[in-house]
């Protein structure tokens, strides 16, 4: 009986261990997922442009293959390599959220140049021409479009989360950034489904909506939707050049160099000190992510010819094809 009992009490004893690492678990993944919210929602904003053109019907199973493709990315692909690259070869950390960071600002600074100068959307086919060609064709191309991107993305996320977990365990590691993995995924593609089936739900309510109201509601939707678009499509592009921004600055400080943290920090702080204490934290918060974005736009702004004229054609590229 001694034994049996001494046996239950190691068992709880386990049991409690296992408990707290399961917290340690969902803490530092809970840490890491808000570290890389900046890159998620640019994620968000910039997959429903690979559902255009494409019928009702084929849009959720579209995302369905494109949320398994980034399932694939992070899990299986970024998670071993994030590990290996943390465990032996740590330096390379900053140097690859540096040329995250940089892909962000380009991708930024590509976008607003779109918005200010004129630019021919009537070319490339499915990207804006009228002849879409073969529509399975098609939508084996935007498939594979968008998980390239994902990929590049996911990358940029599992870095950062991987960066923000203090825990040296390694399993510890790997469970809490497949966690981020999959629940950034869920996330996402979660809300990029609801994001294009919103006209559907506001056409359907138009039809079966029994009061006055419900079907104002549903045509209200249907009207909105090309605005709210339009919105993520900034609020994606602006994301994209202050997290690019604030990603390069915090990993130039890490490698050595502080001046570019320490100087936008103290603009910040004598920001700050011109306005009251209550709104002295958020005062210090935008000024920072002003600063980062103008960065970003700047630093995008240098990169777009250098990627344009001198890297893409490298690998065969275009200037079209850096675009989303």
């Not at 997290?243 to 320490?262: K, M, N, R, T």
Request: charged fraction near 15%; charge should be negative; glycine fraction near 10%.
């Amino acid at each position: 009986m001694s034994g049996l009992l001494a046996l239950l009490d190691d068992v709880a004893g386990i049991a409690k261990i296992a408990a707290a690492s399961v917290d340690d678990i969902s803490a530092q993944a809970a840490k890491a997922g808000s570290k890389a919210a900046g890159v998620v929602i640019d994620d968000a904003a910039v997959t429903p442009k690979y559902l255009h053109g494409f019928e009702a019907a084929r849009e959720l199973p579209i995302i369905w293959r494109i949320a398994r493709g980034s399932v694939f990315n992070k899990v299986v692909i970024l998670l071993p390599a994030a590990l290996l690259m943390a465990n032996f070869a740590p330096w390379l950390v900053p140097i690859l959220l540096i040329l995250g960071g940089s892909y962000l600002c380009f991708e930024g600074a590509e976008k607003v140049l779109h918005w200010i100068l004129p630019h021919d959307d009537h070319s490339g086919g499915p990207d804006g021409s009228h002849d879409i060609g073969d529509p399975l064709h098609l939508e084996e191309r935007k498939i594979k479009g968008a998980i390239k991107t994902d990929f590049i993305l996911s990358a940029e996320i599992m870095t950062i989360a991987l960066s923000s977990i203090e825990s040296t365990e390694v399993w510890i590691q790997a469970a809490a950034l497949a966690l981020v993995g999959v629940g950034i995924t869920a996330v996402v593609y979660g809300a990029v489904a609801l994001i294009v089936k919103m006209d559907d739900i506001g056409l359907w309510l138009t039809r079966v909506g029994r009061l006055g109201a419900t079907r104002a509601l549903g045509r209200g939707i249907v009207k909105a939707m090309p605005w709210v678009m339009r919105l993520l499509s900034t609020v994606g592009t602006v994301a994209m050049l202050w997290v690019g921004g604030s990603i390069i600055v915090h990993s130039l400080a890490q490698i050595g160099w502080h001046l570019p943290e320490e100087t936008i920090h103290h603009a910040a702080e004598a920001a700050a000190n011109l306005v009251g204490p209550d709104i002295r934290s958020a005062a210090i918060w935008t000024v920072t992510a002003a600063i980062d974005g103008i960065l970003g736009l700047l630093w995008g702004l240098i990169l777009v010819p250098v990627a344009t004229k001198l890297i893409l054609p490298l690998f065969g590229g275009t200037k079209k094809e850096a675009a989303h």
